[in-house]
């Protein structure tokens, strides 16, 4: 089984983000970039496909900066066993615009899966996988957290809000992955060693025209400070009565 | 002059809320050009009786596509209808929700139209030629204004942002033929779960309950549970570190990975507020945090806050709401 996992390179979300001169871009300085962790779980998954048919290949493709090829590492140190970069100078936030590139390298590579994260936390679009599923024409199906595949279909499971979906499809197919679908591994020692000398390709991304442009980025409003009103049970009469009559939610 | 596209989302033979809210922001949008809403209701047979309730906020033309593909979600026949329309009828925009069908949905249109798309919208804006929307980022650290040229644009609003108004319009119905054989989409649903009938989703709730692990082990839970019942129209919801511990399902998850909620009321029980929690709640409308240790970060995005035991706190407010509920 030939599998390709789409990976992002993203921001660290535990700090506190400072707008760039430009107005309309994250200031880098100092932050911290990883593997996006709908990404890990989506090369988790294409791993112990290609362990469990003990054959195949998992191809790792990510799309910016020469800074995601250590994205790329990472993942070849889980066991992904080779990387293609798509060079761009930045990682654009138009979905259509990234949506292009991948799926003119993914067109001819022959997969049998093609696998995303849901999500980005950074650009917060989640639109990537589908829409790659649509210029390809490929049957997809998103955001799953249980997976299946015997012979040539696949059993997939969708968190709906308040329902789920069990829904079939065959393959090729292009799946995105939620959480709660499995436990990321961390690379072994000789998992890093190894991924040293597995093949990266590195290539002009054929990004897409841009339909959407930011304007500009701002921090949202503070959160107005809030009170602690009391202690124990005994503060209980004064937040029913904020409830009711400040919040007016009671 | 501009018509706007709603996608109107129904399941199980129902609308959703996040259906309201799409036609309510397409009729403001509209509105500020003097153009017409028309909204697509895909359902089986029977769906085209809610066809009423989009007139009622403010659909000008619902276009209803009764067939029994449709019973459940489909999405490659859903897209194709969607696209055919929103392509042939010169909209400005497209406006769908960003629940689990819309975000499924809404970029497949997109990148069959070949357009621009913006998800988890939180306000938008038509004037004159220019699109414009705001977008959060990095998990709602960013507000980014985001300008959508081309015609259609496609947008997703978030839930719970847009409220649902009246706005009687005639919404004439207008009976449309699906693009190709629904019944032959190659992903098909072959089970639906539904989760407890009456049990509000964290999407939909005005109230959410939430627990971390504050609460010490998995059947404590049944604290929160008593104080959402008490309170009749909340959900349930949790921490990472609960739902990877197995006492709740993923997802009941709020936060950076799991759902983005805005509640009118959040209370949040034994949980010390980490950013990525944060990240799924900070907008909600007004945060109650109940924490043994009053240096948690939760306080700090809490409008009202209880420092004290929850195993003594939670079982009080639960019965001071239920007093106050039967007295209102």
Not at chain 1, 43 to 71: M, N
Not at chain 1, 83 to 88: R, T
Not at chain 2, 100 to 112: E, H, N
Not at chain 2, 224 to 253: C, I, Y
């Amino acid at each position: 089984m030939k599998i390709a996992v789409c990976v992002k390179r993203v921001p660290d979300m535990d700090v506190r983000f400072r707008i760039a001169a430009d107005g309309t871009s994250v200031d880098e300085t100092g932050v911290k970039f990883d593997l996006n962790d709908f990404d890990a779980w989506a090369v988790e998954a294409a791993l112990q496909l290609k362990e469990k048919a003990g054959q195949g290949e998992v191809t790792v493709i990510s799309l910016g900066p020469d800074a995601v090829q250590e994205t790329i590492r990472k993942a070849l140190s889980m066991g992904a066993d080779k990387g293609i970069h798509l060079q761009a100078d930045r990682i654009p936030f138009d979905g259509f615009s990234i949506a292009s590139a991948l799926a003119a390298e993914l067109k001819d590579g022959g997969y049998d899966l093609i696998l995303f994260g849901k999500l980005s936390p950074d650009s917060s679009n989640g639109v990537t996988g589908p829409m790659v599923a649509e210029l390809l024409g490929l049957p997809c199906v998103t955001a799953i957290s249980r997976l299946e595949i015997a012979e040539s279909r696949g059993t997939a499971k969708r968190e709906l809000e308040g329902a789920q979906e069990i829904v079939e499809f065959p393959l090729p197919a292009l799946l995105t992955v939620d959480e709660g679908l499995n436990t990321a591994r961390y690379p072994s020692l000789k998992g890093i060693m190894a991924a040293k000398k597995k093949p990266l390709e590195s290539k002009p991304a054929a990004l897409g025209e841009s339909k959407v442009k930011i304007d500009k980025i701002e921090l949202p409003p503070e959160r107005a400070a809030g009170k602690i009103i009391g202690e124990g049970a005994a503060a209980v009469p004064e937040l029913v009565r904020l409830l009711h009559t400040e919040a007016r939610v009671l | 002059m501009a018509n706007i596209f709603a996608f109107a989302e129904a399941r199980g033979g129902e609308l959703r809320k996040v259906a309201l809210e799409a036609v309510t922001a397409a009729r403001k949008l509209a509105d500020s050009t003097g153009g017409e809403v028309h909204a697509l209701l895909l359902g089986a047979s029977g769906i085209s009786q809610k066809a009423e309730q989009l007139a009622q906020h403010g659909a000008d033309v619902v276009l209803v596509c009764e067939n029994e593909g449709f019973t459940n979600y489909n999405a490659e026949a859903a897209a194709a209808l969607a696209a055919d329309r929103i392509g042939s009828g010169g909209y400005r925009a497209a406006v769908f929700a960003t629940s689990a069908q819309g975000r499924d949905l809404a970029p497949r249109v997109a990148a069959k139209l070949g357009v621009g798309i913006v998800t988890d919208v939180t306000g938008v804006e038509l004037s004159g030629e220019t699109l414009t929307v705001k977008h959060p980022m990095n998990i709602g650290k960013v507000i980014a204004t985001v300008s959508m040229q081309g015609s259609p644009a496609v947008v997703s609003l978030r839930p719970n942002t847009f409220t649902p108004s009246a706005n009687p319009k005639a919404g004439r119905v207008e009976n449309v033929e699906p693009v190709g054989d629904p019944g032959a989409s190659r992903v098909t649903v072959k089970e639906m779960v539904s989760g407890a009938r009456g049990k509000l989703d964290l999407a939909e709730a005005p109230v959410i309950i939430a627990g971390g692990r504050g609460l010490k082990a998995a059947e404590n839970f049944k604290l929160v549970e008593e104080l959402a019942d008490a309170f009749g129209n909340a959900a349930v919801g949790a921490t990472r570190a609960v739902t990877d511990d197995g006492w709740r399902p993923h997802s009941d998850q709020i936060g950076q990975t799991g759902r983005l909620v805005s509640p009118d009321l959040y209370i949040a029980i034994g949980i010390s507020g980490a950013v990525q929690h944060l990240a799924g709640m900070r907008t909600s409308r007004t945060i109650v945090a109940i924490n043994k240790d009053k240096e948690a970060p939760i306080f700090k995005v809490a409008d009202y806050g209880i420092v004290g035991d929850v195993f003594e706190v939670v079982p009080a407010l639960t019965a001071a709401v239920r007093e106050a509920r039967k007295s209102s």
